[in-house]
């Protein structure tokens, strides 16, 4: 990679310091886009603290707009302020590594998150910020390639801990190796280690301080063998070792290693069937397993396969084995415990269900991963209490899906909806799936584009997970613009529910009348802090009886101009500060199509010369809509009419004079003409009443500031576009015609020193959650919807109705938020029925068969985002009784206790006969 010069390096190499922090950003990158478009497997990274890496991104960031969109901890200059960040000292990584590190090696401390503790830079960045800065230590990574089906390439930022357990003297050391080394460079560094000859040790893999198995394929990866973070290796050397039953001569008199024999990792039988073998049949030899050093680990999860090939029941008190950590997978642990307790899984899986493997679905794991669920799933429900270590299904996940390998922590979701969904195409039914065109359901009855759905995603999809697991909604998509309506009705294996916010804020909003009807109100309304814009227009249009034609237009009002638009109605109320002030224009939705912006300024009272003087702006626009004729567009009239109707409503009462018969002199009061006034007139009456009595110098913008600007006389004939700007300038003539003050001092959003005591938030139903998830609401803009009748990328309106239920419903409550800048965990008390839930009014198809379900697992997520811990809770149908379910540890549990804010994924199963289910589901029930 070739380094940008930067004109700043001396030629004896000292450094010389960058002229200026955006010189040492351009420099950064562009070495950062070089190195991104060279990544490969072996490239070198290095960790940064994120303490110092974001004090030099606010220090080479500052004034250029970017430094604020730091993380909130970075606390970032602001931008008003005359602050400036000074330049960061040398680099500093001691708040990342640990301070005592055995085994000689520096480490960087456990739990750490990419972009919160640490930073990843490529070799160039490092080489050239530690030129500049100095400082360190130094924490290279490499990059390593995960997966063997889809490819991942990531860094390797935590090495693999491995524990020496030296047979000799019992005494421990500690090395780190990439998962990635042989298990040659294993036998290499142990031995330079300990000082032995390498043709006189013996590695074994001592998982559970139990020998598993000789390592001795020593071009086999550390991954492809399955060893955990920080777990023991025993040596064993010549000397002390009785080689008699490891070691044989062969015929010239050499040692040869006796290695046990196992059967291929990816080999498979069930019920006596052929063993599966990569997609391949092959001949079993019921010898192979004989002698095996698997048979004294019981507690292990290895491949000894033996017990799988007759149908089982369920052992005594089966489903009490808890699951060991192997390094922050309480996350996997808790998803898996949940879907081990989900009676047709169960039952499913301890049949022979050989014949449902299908090892040839190039969307599927050659039936891998449901070989080792169902493998997993057995041991659980056969060893009664005896914890198991889940070491080759974790060594399966890797491989497919190399997203969760290494022993970083995880989503427990995400873990389950890639399960769910990997054991669908292990297990589906259909080898060759057909192609089939979709078809827009052009105002046929839902029943008949339901059905017509369903059986199209059963050509395709036909397992276990689809008859048990899968559910169908109907999805409505609505065009803004032509309102065209798309109707499909997808499948579905899970919902993921929002938790609407309990909390709420208080909002002061100024509504403006764009076509004179009225003076301009403030509003306060009170919303739930996690809506939109689309909420607090509604809000509004409550409050000020808003009718049917008319719209809401809201606007941000900065400095007298309007800053913008607010016409997502998606966007998230957060994005309006409380110090905000934010106006709404009100208009009917027969008004033409061109906007027309009326900023008010003041005119000196000297200034003879309209076109020079002083102005200075004041007070709030005014937004009206005028209509534009197609041939002419919209002259100066059409503009003057539209100004003169806007500020009708502030014309001040003007008292005349007159003398009466007798002499005497009387006082009667000209009404303004006003909109109580002009109501009685037809339009034309109205525009030619208001044009009349306009005294007003306009100007009209050429530019977007307004820098530029003619007087409007000079235009006969206007074509800007949608959007018209135009200058009012006030003097004080007609200061003492129209009343301004109705359009300054806008109230703030919410004043601050008015904050409402704080209440103790209340609990969210699933109920709320569901009704949430199915709300009709706008895509957002990187969801825009092709409507095919416009040829258009549209914002369309998406609204979600569920129309058929399955046997197994799985809620995700989606308490995890993140964006760009910031990451969020909602920790609020979600209430939820433990028994009969009836969903049977949320369901649309017409079966009117109930719709009831009863809670049977949970799983638990307590803590926050970097430091959080899974566990699951789940029921024992045969006993009727509920247990915990924490890594290793297993529990019995009340029912009352099961409801907590940790409830993250709620498991439910139909009951009672409902449609779908028959008999098999009142089986379940009596299990």
Same mark, same amino acid.
């Given at each position: 990679m070739t380094i940008p010069d930067s004109g700043f390096m001396m030629e004896n190499e000292t450094s010389c310091l960058p002229h200026t922090p955006e010189e040492e950003k351009r420099i950064i990158d562009e070495l950062t886009r070089q190195s991104e478009a060279n990544v490969k497997e072996g490239t070198l990274f290095f960790v940064i603290s994120n303490r110092w890496y974001s004090s030099w991104r606010r220090y080479v960031e500052q004034g250029t707009g970017e430094d604020d969109k730091c993380d909130s901890e970075s606390q970032p200059m602001d931008l008003h302020s005359s602050k400036i960040v000074n330049r960061p000292g040398p680099i500093d990584n001691s708040d990342i590594v640990e301070k005592e590190c055995e085994g000689g090696d520096l480490q960087l401390r456990r739990m750490l998150m990419e972009e919160q503790d640490y930073v990843l830079v490529s070799q160039e960045v490092w080489e050239m910020l530690l030129n500049w800065y100095k400082g360190g230590p130094s924490l290279a990574r490499k990059m390593i390639s995960q997966g063997e089906v889809n490819k991942n390439l990531m860094v390797e930022v935590y090495p693999l801990c491995l524990k020496i357990i030296d047979s000799r003297d019992k005494s421990q050391t500690i090395i780190w190796l990439s998962k990635k080394a042989?298990?040659?460079?294993?036998?290499?560094?142990?031995?330079?280690?300990?000082?032995?000859?390498?043709?006189?040790?013996?590695?074994?893999?001592?998982?559970?301080?139990?020998?598993?198995? !000789?390592?001795?394929?020593?071009?086999?990866?550390?991954? =492809?063998?399955?060893?955990?973070?920080?777990?023991?290796?025993?040596?064993?050397?010549?000397?002390?070792?009785?080689?008699?039953?490891?070691?044989?001569?062969?015929?010239?008199?050499?040692?040869?290693?006796?290695?046990t024999v196992e059967p291929s990792?990816?080999?498979?039988?069930?019920?006596?069937?052929?063993?599966?073998?990569?997609?391949?049949?092959?001949?079993?030899?019921?010898?192979? /397993?004989?002698?095996? *050093?698997?048979?004294?680990?019981?507690?292990?999860?290895?491949? #000894?396969?033996?017990?799988?090939?007759?149908?089982?029941?369920?052992? #005594?008190?089966?489903?009490?084995?808890?699951? =060991?950590?192997?390094?922050?997978?309480? &996350?996997?642990?808790?998803?898996? =415990?949940?879907?081990?307790?989900?009676?047709?899984?169960?039952?499913? &899986?301890?049949?022979?269900?050989?014949?449902?493997?299908?090892?040839?679905?190039?969307?599927? $794991?050659?039936?891998?991963?449901? +070989?080792?669920?169902?493998? +997993?799933?057995?041991?659980?429900?056969?060893?009664?209490?005896?914890?198991?270590?889940?070491?080759?299904?974790?060594?399966?996940?890797?491989?497919?899906?190399?997203?969760?390998?290494?022993?970083?922590?995880?989503?427990?979701?995400?873990?389950?909806?890639?399960?769910?969904?990997?054991?669908?195409?292990?297990?589906?039914?259909?080898?060759?799936?057909?192609?089939?065109? *979709?078809?827009?359901?052009?105002? @046929?009855?839902?029943?008949?584009?339901?059905?017509?759905?369903?059986?199209?995603?059963?050509?395709?999809?036909?397992? +276990?997970?689809? #008859?048990?697991?899968?559910?169908?909604?109907?999805?409505?998509?609505?065009?803004?613009?032509?309102?065209?309506?798309?109707?499909?009705?997808?499948?579905? $294996?899970?919902?993921?529910?929002?938790?609407?916010?309990?909390?709420?804020?208080?909002?002061?909003?100024?509504?403006?009348?764009?076509?004179? @009807?009225?003076?301009?109100?403030?509003?306060?309304?009170?919303?739930?802090?996690?809506?939109?814009?689309?909420?607090?227009?509604?809000?509004?249009?409550?409050?000020?009886?808003?009718?049917? #034609?008319?719209?809401?237009?809201?606007?941000?009002?900065?400095e007298h101009r309007i800053f913008r638009y607010l016409e997502n109605p998606s966007e998230h109320l957060s994005s309006i500060k409380p110090d905000e002030r934010i106006v709404a224009y009100r208009y009917s939705k027969r008004a033409g199509t061109t906007r027309l912006e009326i900023m008010h300024r003041w005119q000196e009272k000297c200034t003879l010369d309209p076109l020079k003087g002083q102005r200075k702006l004041f007070g709030t626009p005014l937004v009206t809509y005028i209509g534009e004729d197609q041939l002419n567009g919209i002259n100066g009239v059409d503009i003057e009419r539209a100004v003169s109707t806007s500020l009708?409503? /502030?014309?001040?009462?003007?008292?005349?004079?007159? *003398?009466?018969?007798?002499?005497?002199?009387?006082?009667?009061?000209?009404?303004?003409?006003?909109?109580?006034?002009? @109501?009685?007139?037809?339009?034309?009456?109205?525009?030619?009443?208001?044009?009349?009595?306009?005294?007003?110098?306009?100007?009209?913008?050429?530019?977007?500031?307004?820098?530029?600007?003619?007087?409007?006389?000079?235009?006969?004939?206007?074509?800007?576009?949608?959007?018209?700007?135009?200058?009012?300038?006030?003097?004080?003539?007609?200061?003492?015609?129209?009343?301004?003050?109705?359009?300054?001092?806008?109230?703030?959003?919410h004043k601050s020193g008015n904050t409402a005591k704080k209440t103790r938030q209340e609990a969210i139903s699933l109920f709320s959650c569901l009704e949430a998830f199915l709300k009709e609401e706008p895509l957002g803009p990187?969801? $825009?919807?092709?409507?095919?009748?416009?040829?258009?990328?549209?914002?369309?309106?998406?609204?979600?109705?569920?129309?058929?239920?399955?046997?197994?419903?799985?809620?995700? !409550?989606?308490?995890?938020?993140?964006?760009?800048?910031?990451?969020?965990?909602?920790?609020?008390f979600v209430t939820f029925p433990i028994h009969d839930l009836d969903l049977s009014k949320y369901v649309m198809s017409k079966e009117g068969k109930p719709y009831l379900y009863e809670l049977y697992a949970v799983s638990n997520h307590y803590g926050g985002l970097g430091g959080g811990h899974y566990t699951a809770y789940a029921k024992l149908i045969d006993e009727d009784r509920w247990y915990h379910f924490d890594d290793s540890h297993v529990s019995p549990v009340s029912e009352s206790d099961i409801k907590t804010s940790a409830a993250y994924v709620l498991f439910y199963r139909r009951v009672k006969g409902g449609p779908n289910t028959g008999d098999a589901s009142e089986t379940h029930m009596a299990s």
């Open positions: 042989s298990v040659q460079e294993l036998h290499e560094k142990v031995c330079t280690i300990r000082g032995i000859e390498q043709n006189k040790a013996c590695v074994w893999d001592y998982f559970n301080r139990e020998k598993q198995s !000789l390592l001795n394929a020593l071009n086999q990866t550390l991954e =492809q063998l399955n060893l955990q973070m920080d777990q023991e290796v025993l040596l064993e050397v010549q000397a002390d070792v009785n080689y008699s039953s490891a070691v044989s001569m062969d015929s010239t008199g050499n040692e040869l290693a006796l290695v990792r990816s080999s498979m039988t069930i019920a006596g069937g052929p063993t599966l073998s990569n997609g391949h049949l092959v001949g079993y030899n019921n010898n192979v /397993l004989q002698g095996s *050093t698997f048979g004294s680990s019981a507690s292990t999860d290895t491949d #000894d396969r033996s017990y799988l090939y007759n149908p089982m029941k369920k052992g #005594d008190k089966g489903g009490l084995a808890g699951l =060991q950590n192997l390094g922050n997978t309480c &996350f996997m642990n808790s998803s898996l =415990q949940c879907l081990v307790h989900t009676p047709p899984l169960v039952d499913f &899986f301890l049949q022979d269900y050989s014949d449902e493997i299908n090892t040839d679905n190039p969307l599927g $794991m050659h039936g891998e991963l449901a +070989l080792a669920f169902g493998e +997993l799933l057995r041991k659980l429900w056969s060893s009664g209490r005896t914890t198991i270590a889940p070491r080759a299904f974790k060594g399966k996940l890797a491989r497919f899906a190399p997203q969760f390998s290494g022993y970083n922590q995880h989503d427990s979701q995400e873990l389950l909806a890639f399960l769910l969904d990997g054991l669908h195409e292990d297990l589906n039914r259909v080898k060759n799936k057909p192609y089939i065109e *979709t078809k827009d359901s052009d105002g @046929r009855p839902d029943e008949e584009v339901a059905d017509e759905c369903w059986k199209n995603h059963k050509a395709r999809n036909d397992s +276990l997970i689809v #008859d048990v697991c899968q559910g169908q909604y109907k999805s409505t998509l609505v065009c803004p613009v032509c309102e065209k309506v798309s109707i499909t009705f997808d499948p579905f $294996m899970y919902l993921s529910v929002p938790l609407p916010s309990t909390a709420t804020r208080s909002m002061t909003v100024t509504v403006l009348y764009g076509d004179g @009807r009225g003076l301009p109100m403030p509003y306060t309304v009170n919303l739930f802090k996690d809506r939109s814009v689309r909420d607090l227009i509604e809000a509004l249009g409550t409050a000020c009886c808003l009718k049917s #034609d008319e719209n809401l237009l809201l606007a941000e009002i900065y009708s409503p /502030l014309r001040r009462a003007v008292k005349l004079h007159s *003398t009466t018969e007798n002499g005497s002199t009387s006082e009667a009061v000209d009404e303004p003409s006003n909109s109580y006034n002009l @109501r009685s007139m037809d339009n034309g009456e109205q525009e030619e009443a208001s044009s009349r009595e306009l005294s007003f110098h306009l100007f009209l913008a050429l530019d977007e500031r307004g820098n530029t600007c003619k007087p409007l006389e000079k235009f006969s004939s206007i074509k800007f576009g949608k959007n018209i700007k135009v200058f009012l300038d006030w003097t004080e003539k007609e200061d003492e015609s129209y009343d301004a003050c109705y359009l300054k001092d806008l109230p703030e959003v990187s969801d $825009m919807w092709y409507c095919p009748r416009c040829k258009e990328h549209r914002q369309a309106t998406k609204k979600l109705d569920l129309w058929m239920l399955p046997e197994i419903l799985v809620f995700h !409550l989606k308490r995890f938020s993140y964006s760009r800048y910031s990451k969020n965990k909602l920790d609020s």
